[in-house]
């Protein structure tokens, strides 16, 4: 009988001793890492979602871009390659300008070379797009400026055939960011490359 009540007293001693370890502290602690894991899960949530929506204006951007092709008697079958596009994030275009920079000319050097080396007879469309600020006429004339500014660049310089290359300007009306912050509105300015074959 004896041993019986000092194994019960050893298991109550167990379970008592477990359930103290826990302190308010270590409580605390776990919730503030479970806020923490929280939050960053809806951070990322809107990340994604973000991105869904920053997909699906690129990839109406890029069929709008075939249908123009096929109406020019363009392409006999549209098929999408490639999307390249040039922002302000590398310093390409400063606000209110059209004028490549070094930068932008390198990386359309690089982007040429590329087009060569594929041999094919593919189709360019050159899309320019502005920031949010100024009338929306402006910026459509503003986004057409920087488009043939690459256009022009490609031709002068690498000596792609004008006959594959097309310009057309969106101006304000395809934001990638909002346009209430300086880092938003340079995402905006920008100049989106789709090659068709």
Do not use: W
């Amino acid at each position: 009988m004896k041993k019986y009540i000092y194994a019960v007293m050893l298991i109550m001693g167990i379970f008592v001793g477990l359930s103290g370890c826990a302190t308010p502290q270590y409580g605390q602690d776990i919730d503030a890492r479970i806020d923490r894991i929280e939050q960053g899960l809806a951070l990322n949530r809107q990340e994604i979602n973000d991105l869904k929506i920053t997909m699906g204006t690129l990839s109406a951007s890029v069929q709008e871009a075939i249908n123009r092709a096929e109406e020019a008697g363009k392409l006999s079958q549209g098929k999408f390659l490639f999307e390249a596009t040039i922002s302000d994030d590398s310093v390409f275009f400063a606000f209110d300008k059209n004028e490549l920079t070094d930068e932008a000319r390198k990386a359309l050097d690089v982007f040429a070379e590329v087009m060569k080396a594929e041999n094919k007879n593919i189709y360019i469309e050159i899309q320019g797009h502005t920031d949010g600020t100024g009338p929306e006429e402006y910026n459509l004339e503003l986004g057409s400026k920087r488009a043939k500014s690459v256009m022009k660049y490609l031709h002068m310089n690498h000596n792609l055939p004008l006959r594959c290359m097309n310009e057309f300007s969106y101006g304000e009306s395809r934001p990638v960011a909002g346009n209430n912050i300086r880092k938003n509105r340079a995402k905006n300015r920008r100049v989106t490359i789709v090659g068709m074959v």
